[in-house]
């Protein structure tokens, strides 16, 4: 393919693909399939790559995402992104209406429009293209996360139609209930794959759509966004020039120009009128695909939000009536309590089952002893829940009226449920803990799915239901005892998974295949570093970064084990409770023994040195921030840094000694160095203080 025949037909797909966008996004009405579509996007991928001076700013490409983003720019708002007054009360929105009324008349109307649960974004577009977009931030300056909002294909990237040289829409950036489940479903099993502890899944779970598309949006790989699927209604128009008349006027116009619309607006002429589509929208928003919290009212005519204008804050043209957060009535069947990995105690509500928000509840959480106290519970109750947005719902309340006049009051266990030994509370906490970290069975079970895990020893064909399994038949009682295990004892075994909500057990069975994995798993094991053993281990407080900065210092185990509280809280950022958890664990017999054992079994126990590595105290008590492009990786650099006694920043502050600045170093970035005098170095000057 000759040059001239490469650009006419990266431009004919290019529009192409545009085109199927519109038809599918804002049209409802897909002309091609997924596999067609995806195939022409993978042509137009390639050609790109192989003539990249013919590819478009505005290419369907860029929805697939690649930049990173490591600083988000703060720019400020040209019109300012201001919030809206809230109600729940329809006395408060009858107060609205009288107030306008009285300052403008009864000749105006109402623009209904549903307050979507998302992120607020405004996105600036110059001749039809689109060329940035900002957060709301603090309402005068945002965020620009233009790379990541250009991976949303709803949002269109070169406009149709007669549309103004410049302008800025307003819209809400938000995920379908459908591809937020999937997700969660997916980390669910990446989760039990690492073996984490069951009770401690929902803890780590995506909480609810709209933090998802919020934390999703503001990653820094935008290859990473594109993969979340995340979705855009776009709602007001800004522009110098006027466009139209009213509010409603100017939905219809930027739906003609390429832009996603909700339909569920509605102009209404009077409050009654607006109460119905409150209250329509109220039983109906659990039909939605995605979630809204509530309607939004503004005056349609424009003269009209000009004359009523704004306070400090909030325009007085505007308000959003918010729903009530959804509760359902239910029955208490019994109060549980789990143990987890370090010893928690955590009550559990089981409850009658009951639809809440298109899911069925079975379950809330009861956190503490504080809150069963709070709650006044007593057996039998029926009981108010809500799910507030969280994974595990809540109980909020109980209505005591119906409760059983013999009903006994729930009291909290004194022992552990496991166990039988006496739980404690240290003061100024509110969990109660199972102190039997020894031989408490949830305890090691917990602690052995931690030991497996993918960020620490890595057990590949381990999964925490096969590790309770093995427990429970008697064959690993610690994390040595998995270096002992054989094939012959793996293959074909059966046992029983954990209970699932309904209390019921499923048989399970370990294949040939399976066995061989596992065995394969655990001797892989052997050769992860020293820093990642050392918080296998799971000891209290030492996580990921604490461990390799004690591994780094000590260099073996034994010398860590010697070491006194005093020596361990010296260690730049280990403080004394790290300390002490550490002697405390080490003082203990069967932790040093089982640590021997470890080590009999061939896991590295001490840090490894690669002998061509450039090692030194050279840059010990001094921090360093990498920005830009190098002749070597940016990793290789902190890594170099961290040899040799320095210590990496992620950000810019008077105490920062060296920023190592690169091509391509963020303005913003520069100019703060610059304002804060920071000693900025380059790649060739940071070689030479080596």
Known sequence: MNLEEAKKRITELSAELMQHNYNYYILSQPSISDFDFDHLLKELEQLEKSFPEFALPN?????????????????KHKYP????????????LQEFDDRIRKTIGNDFGYVCELKFDGLAISITYEKGVLVRAVTRGDGVQGDELTNNVKTIRSIPQQLKGNFPPSFEIRGEIFMHRKTFERLNNEL??????????????AERLYKNPRNFASGSLKMQDSKAVAK????????????????????????????????????????????????????????????LSYEIDGVVIKVNEYRHQKELGFTAK????????????????????????????????????????????????????????????????????????????????????????????????????????????LLIRKEGEAIHYCPNDSHCA????????????????????????????????GLIRSYADLYELTYEQLNGLEFESEEDLEG?????????????????????????????????????????????????????????????????SDINEIGGKIAENLVKFFADADN???????????????????????????????????????????????????????????????????????????????????????????????????
């Not at 992104?81 to 408060?92: A, K, R, V």
């Not at 409850?351 to 928000?357: E, G, N, T, Y």
């Not at 050392?534 to 260099?555: C, D, N, P, W, Y």
């Open 81 to 92: 992104m201001l919030s809206l007054g809230n109600t729940y009360s329809q006395d408060e």
């Open 228 to 287: 979340r699927s995340l979705d855009a209604f776009l709602y007001f128009v800004y522009s110098d020039e006027t466009l139209c008349a009213t509010h409603a006027e100017s939905l219809k116009l930027a739906e003609s120009w390429g832009f996603q619309v909700s339909d569920h607006f509605k102009v209404c002429q009077n409050i009654t009128e607006v109460m119905a589509f409150i209250n329509k929208y109220e039983k109906e928003r659990n039909q």
């Open 442 to 473: 949830p305890q090691l079970i917990g602690r052995m799915e931690h030991f497996i895990s993918r960020r620490a020893m890595n057990i590949e064909g381990l999964g925490g239901e096969t590790v309770a399994g093995l427990f429970h038949k």
């Open 314 to 421: 909030v325009p007085r043209w505007a308000i959003s009536y918010k729903y009530k957060a959804e509760t359902a009535i239910s029955k208490l069947k019994e109060v549980t309590f789990q143990v987890g990995r370090t010893g928690a105690i955590t009550p559990v509500a089981n409850l009658v089952p009951v639809q809440l928000a298109g899911t069925t509840v079975k379950r809330a959480s009861l956190y503490n002893a504080d809150e069963i106290e709070r709650l006044d519970l007593y057996e039998y109750d029926t009981v108010f829940v809500e799910k507030g947005g969280e994974i595990i719902p809540k109980i909020t309340g109980v209505d005591v009226s119906k409760r059983d006049l013999f009903a006994r009051k729930i009291e909290y266990i004194t022992h552990c449920p496991e166990c039988k030994t």
């Open 504 to 568: 019921k057990k499923k048989k399970r069975s370990i294949k040939e295949k399976g066995a061989d994995n596992i065995i394969k798993g655990i001797e892989a094991s052997k050769a992860i570093p020293f820093e990642r053993v050392l918080f296998s281990l799971g000891i209290r407080m030492i996580g990921e970064t604490v461990a390799k900065k004690l591994a780094q210092h000590f260099g073996t185990i034994e010398k860590l084990m010697a070491a006194s509280v005093e020596e361990l």
């Open 188 to 201: 669910k099993k990446e989760l039990l794959d690492q073996g984490v502890d069951e009770d401690k899944i």
């Open 592 to 690: 040093v023994n089982l640590v021997m054992k470890l080590k009999n079994h061939g896991l590295i126990m001490e840090v490894v040195y690669d002998p061509n590595e450039v090692r030194s105290n050279k840059f010990e008590g001094q921090t360093f921030l990498v920005s830009g492009s190098f002749s070597i990786s940016r990793d290789d650099l902190k890594k170099l840094i961290e040899r040799n006694g320095g210590k990496n920043v992620g950000s810019i502050s008077k105490s920062l000694n060296y920023l190592i600045a690169g091509d391509k170093m963020g303005p913003e970035k520069l100019k703060k160095a610059t304002d804060l005098g920071i000693r900025m170095i380059s790649e060739d000057e940071f070689m030479g203080l080596l």
């Open 59 to 75: 290419s369907p490409t860029q929805q697939v995402g690649g930049d990173i983003t490591k600083n988000f720019v703060q720019v």
